[in-house]
């Protein structure tokens, strides 16, 4: 295959600036360029649009992105040791790539972006469900960005995506499926990464939809639904019992039996009893 650009490997660039990969940091690195224009071409047509990645480490994944046409990327690193390597990506893409040296979360960098915006990141997968639970429930909808394209460890991939029935399925898959149309994209194993991490990894494409599938208030939704899947082998009468004293009733009006299980209630129904629940 045709290299991607003329910068040199990345098991090179690894060795010229001492990137020992640090387990504090989560950091398990793409060395395969080929993988990363793919994980790049997952988020769809780049060209266009600016990119916000975090996490780019030595840079696997941002020369991906730039390779395959991304009009601008904001790069967010947090190990200060990555800010070389990621320089010299800069200098062969000349105005294309701006690093800031931050922790993204505590950082607002969506000031420094100009529409339209997709998020691309490869992250240790604790800073991943973070930043993700925040890009979903922003104050306003339609949000900032209009994808998400986020590499996760499997099985939290299967969660944002599962549906109603499924083990999978929770607080997690409602609050992505309500604004946003979810799907794997990619499965990796962990010989994909160096160091291999000890689980499969899956990245995941979130596209923002205008307006949320169902009317709701983003606030009731999430209670009812924190409520409903705290206690998942609960009856929903008994778990949601706290919220109001005539559940079993409001249960009923959104088209739930009193009986059902949180598992096996779809959005729609969920977003039904949080309108109920206004009232
Ligand atoms: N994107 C690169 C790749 O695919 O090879 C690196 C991926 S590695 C799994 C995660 C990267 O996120 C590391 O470079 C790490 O230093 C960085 N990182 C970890 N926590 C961070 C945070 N809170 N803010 C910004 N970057 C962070």
Known sequence: MPAIDSLPPLREVIATHGLAAKKSLGQNFLLDLNLTAKIARSAGDLTGADVLEIGPGPGGLTRGLLAEGARKVLAVEKDARCLP????????????????NADALALDPSERLTPPIKIVANLPYNVGTELLTRWLDPADWPPFWDSLTLMFQREVAERIVAQPGSKAYGRLAVLAQWRCTARIVMELPPEAFTPPPKVRSAVVHLQALPEPRFPADARLLQAVVAQAFNQRRKMLRASLKGLRPDIEDRLLAAGIQPTDRAETVDLERFCALARNLES
């Open 85 to 100: 390597a990621l320089q010299e990506i800069a200098a062969a893409y000349p105005g294309r790539l701006e690093v800031i």
